[in-house]
């Protein structure tokens, strides 16, 4: 597992030094997908209690889609250096979300790893945090973990939304980037 998360922790450590920029917002996204790949390797190391291997097939595309996902994250950002702010910024929105996504993340990862004692490898229904509601809220964490990234960068929609308004005099002024009538 230290193998699946690596590289895009090393993508996310490397932007610093590659893409050294003042800008908070890239500094804040650099951040949050680098934090995000070290405590992935933090769970692997400290937390997990694996049941089984997992296949090389397997192991190779996780790797690649995890590695190209930190990749393009980051790389996409280099896009918006220069630009205007967005009207409406979401990047502190963004943070907060990033945060209550990684907090619970963790959290529940640390609930599903008191389930089994060390070389045990039975499945058990978890309990406690959100299990008693949701049956994978490390998951629904995580999908606010990403929802935080995507609004500490505010890239694509903001940029295509652009270059909508630069394109086509008549484009709608109330149409949004990516939430409506907010961004």
């Not at 610093?16 to 800008?23: E, G, K, S, V």
């Not at 702010?85 to 943070?95: A, F, R, T, V």
Request: aromatic share 20%.
């Amino acid at each position: 597992m230290l193998l699946l998360y690596t590289p895009a922790f090393l993508v996310g450590v490397a932007s610093f030094w590659l893409y050294p920029a003042d800008d908070s917002r890239f500094l804040f996204l650099k951040s949050a997908v680098t934090i995000h790949f070290f405590k992935r390797l933090f769970e692997v190391i400290f937390i997990h209690k694996y049941s089984g291997e997992m296949s090389l097939d397997t192991i190779i595309i996780i790797l690649v889609s995890y590695f190209f996902v930190s990749l393009s994250l980051i790389y996409t950002q280099t896009f918006n250096q220069g630009l205007s702010e967005p009207s409406i910024d979401l990047k502190y929105l963004g943070i907060v979300l990033f945060l209550i996504g990684i907090s619970g993340n963790f959290y529940h990862h640390y609930l599903l790893s008191k389930l089994r004692t060390k070389g045990e490898k039975e499945y058990k229904i978890p309990k406690g945090g959100l299990f008693e509601l949701v049956i994978c809220p490390h998951y629904l964490f995580e999908i606010l973990e990403f929802l935080g990234i995507s609004l500490i960068s505010q890239t694509l929609s903001y940029v295509t939304r652009k270059w909508y308004v630069s394109k086509f005099e008549d484009f709608p002024k109330e149409v949004q980037a990516f939430i409506p009538f907010v961004f």
